[in-house]
């Protein structure tokens, strides 16, 4: 299996600048979601919502139309409704900025709300869909970057691949410090920018 290593500071804005160029569209797509999101009260969240935000935005994100079209909207809508107060609150943080032991006391909530959205969908599309509520803490991955980040696709695989991206990614001053400067220029989260590279490259290996 191959390891993912973090890139210096010269191959990661590279492979950051070819995406957006490339895919300059997909990205205004991904920031009008989230723009959506935020004027939605998670306390209300409708079949519709689910709907019209979260699967077309899957739907863009390379799941399958199969895929989606399993999903039960309305118990996504349910179960988004019953753990609006968590998701809001994992709304308004950062992955690379709360500490060790902050990260720690939120770990069971993370895991209690990745489980009752897999309920209703895949591991990859339940990622998606709580990255775009909480777009600067909770990360995106697929079945490449599980398999690089040697990471299952459980609630625990989820928690591991948190301090994995903390410790590979955010912890590292060099490499936070340029992540930092795209996020200014880019208006994406440094979250969304490591999942760029980590897509980029692992979609590339056989």
């Known amino acids: 299996m191959r390891r993912l290593f973090v890139p210096n500071r010269d191959r990661l ?3 950051i600048r070819d ?3 490339e895919n300059d569209l997909g990205d ?4 009008l979601c989230l723009r959506e999101l935020d ?5 209300e969240f409708t079949e519709l919502d689910a709907r019209r935000i979260i699967k077309h935005f899957l739907d863009m994100w390379g799941q ?3 895929a989606t079209r399993r999903v039960d ?8 409704r019953r753990n609006a107060n968590r998701l809001v609150m994992f709304k308004n943080m950062d992955l690379g900025d709360v500490g060790d032991e902050e990260f720690e006391r939120y770990v069971g909530e993370v895991k209690e709300c990745y489980s009752k959205i897999r309920g209703v969908m895949g591991p990859t599309s339940t990622a998606k869909t709580l990255h775009i509520i909480a777009p600067r803490f909770l990360p995106l991955w697929d079945r490449c970057i599980r398999k690089a980040y040697e990471v299952p696709d459980s609630p625990k695989g989820y928690i591991k691949f948190m301090r994995k991206i903390r410790e590979y990614w ?10 930092r400067e795209l996020e200014r220029k880019t208006g994406l989260s440094r ?5 760029i590279y980590n897509w980029r490259i692992l979609s590339k290996q056989p």
Do not use: G, T
């Open 28 to 31: 205004e797509f991904y920031k």
């Open 191 to 195: 979250i969304r920018l490591i999942d």
């Open 39 to 43: 004027k939605i009260d998670l306390k």
């Open 19 to 21: 995406h957006l160029r």
């Open 13 to 15: 804005v590279k492979v």
């Open 64 to 66: 399958i139309p199969q």
């Open 73 to 80: 909207w309305e118990r996504l809508a349910e179960v988004i």
């Open 170 to 179: 955010l912890n590292n001053e060099s490499i936070n410090r340029i992540l």
